[in-house]
C-alpha cells in the first residue's frame, strides 16, 4: 500500500512538472526574441579583446581601464565568464585610432623627395688640388 502511495504521488508530481514545462513552452514560442540577448557569435573574451585587438599582454589592462569613455563593458551570459560585445570592442579599437592618426585638413601636400646622390659610372674625377699652385 505504501509503495502504491508513493508511485501515485510521483506520478503527480511529474503530471504537475510537465504541465508547467508546457505552460513555459507556450509562453516561449508567443513572445517575440529578447532584445537585450546577443547570440553567441558576436561576443568576444575579455582575453580575445585585449590581448588580440588592443595587443596588451595581460587581462589586468582591461579591469584597470574600466572607466575609461567608450571602453567596452562586461557581459555576463548564463552565469559563465564575463564577455564583451564584439561590435563594441571594435568601435572602441577604430575611435582610438582615430585619435591617434587625425585626418589632415584640407588639401594633402605631395612630399617632395630629397635628390639622391646618383652614381658615377666610369673613371672617377679627379679631386681639385687645394692651396696649390
Not at 67 to 95: F, H, S, T
Request: charge should be positive; proline fraction near 9%; hydrophobic fraction near 35%.
Amino acid at each position: 500500500m505504501r509503495n502504491e502511495i508513493s508511485l501515485d504521488h510521483i506520478d503527480r508530481q511529474l503530471q504537475r512538472v510537465l504541465a508547467e514545462l508546457a505552460a513555459l513552452r507556450e509562453r516561449l514560442a508567443s513572445q517575440s526574441p529578447d532584445p537585450a540577448y546577443v547570440q553567441p557569435a558576436e561576443l568576444c573574451t575579455i582575453d580575445e579583446f585585449v590581448m588580440g585587438m588592443l595587443g596588451f599582454r595581460s587581462r589586468v589592462s582591461y579591469y584597470n581601464h574600466i572607466n575609461q569613455p567608450g571602453w567596452p563593458q562586461r557581459i555576463v551570459v548564463g552565469g559563465k565568464r564575463p564577455m564583451l560585445k564584439r561590435a563594441d570592442g571594435e568601435a572602441y579599437v577604430k575611435a582610438q585610432a582615430d585619435l591617434a592618426n587625425p585626418m589632415p585638413a584640407g588639401q594633402p601636400k605631395l612630399l617632395r623627395q630629397k635628390p639622391s646622390k646618383k652614381r658615377r659610372v666610369g673613371r672617377p674625377v679627379k679631386a681639385p688640388v687645394r692651396g696649390g699652385t
